[in-house]
């Protein structure tokens, strides 16, 4: 089955800073890659998500890049604010059936 | 449209006791999915279900039951807790099982003592 790697698990910047968080995955026919977000007390909410015929998406502060060759997508946000502090899960899944599964987190604190 | 709602949000049991999460969606999404969250884990499934009346079984089913009552209702029900168990536990939806946004509950947290 799949298997989703993320780097880094703790991740903390300086208010205004830019922080980049990395995933790989194992499945070569997996298609479908999601990025939630995760404040505390609450569920996972979608904030991005990038398909493999694409290899790169951006929305405002938010960036993913995908290389589907090294089998790795990435999450970028810019000019990062205190309300950006979450934990952060990448997730990735095949066409058919649609079976999530995630990577392991990103706890990122934003300084202010 | 309240979303996906999950009762109850805490819950503490004793080893062997039963209990079942339900969980409700109000979006008419057609599948939905019940995962547990541990910490440095991620999220892992425990059982989905693609349409009313189908019902499988995800990445770690053991020591888990699950019923789709109807289109909007997804419950899962632990017939004998143990301690493995405790955790925190999210029901999502999504409109279908293609490539669709799996929206979620706000959690359920569950310790097993």
């Known amino acids: 089955g799949e298997n989703v790697e993320q780097h880094p698990s703790t991740l903390s910047v300086q208010e205004g800073d830019s922080a980049v968080i990395k995933c790989t995955y194992s499945d070569s026919a997996s298609n479908y890659f999601p990025w939630y977000k995760q404040e505390l007390g609450k569920g996972p909410q979608l904030i991005i998500d990038i398909r493999s015929n694409v290899g790169e998406k951006k929305d405002q502060r938010i960036a993913v890049t995908l290389n589907k060759t090294a089998k790795h997508f990435s999450l970028h946000i810019t000019e990062t604010q205190p309300e950006d502090s979450a934990v952060y899960f990448c997730?990735?899944?095949?066409?058919?059936?649609?079976?999530?599964?995630f990577g392991g987190g990103t706890r990122v604190l934003v300084k202010p | 449209n309240a979303g996906v709602t999950q009762t109850p949000k805490f819950q503490v049991l004793k080893t062997g006791q039963s209990m079942t999460l339900q969980c409700a969606q109000d979006?008419?999404?057609?599948?939905m999915y019940w995962y547990r969250q541990d910490p440095g884990m991620g999220l892992r499934l425990i059982y989905y279900s693609a349409s009313e009346g189908t019902t499988d079984k995800g990445e770690v089913p053991n020591g888990y039951n699950v019923s789709r009552l109807n289109k909007r209702e997804f419950s899962l029900r632990l017939e004998s807790a143990a301690p493995s168990q405790t955790s925190v536990y999210f029901c999502?939806?999504?409109?279908?099982?293609?490539?669709?946004?799996?929206?979620f509950g706000p959690g359920t947290r569950l310790t097993v003592l």
């Open positions: 999502a939806s999504s409109l279908d099982q293609g490539r669709s946004t799996q929206y």
């Open positions: 979006m008419n999404h057609n599948s």
């Open positions: 997730a990735a899944s095949q066409a058919a059936g649609n079976k999530l599964t």
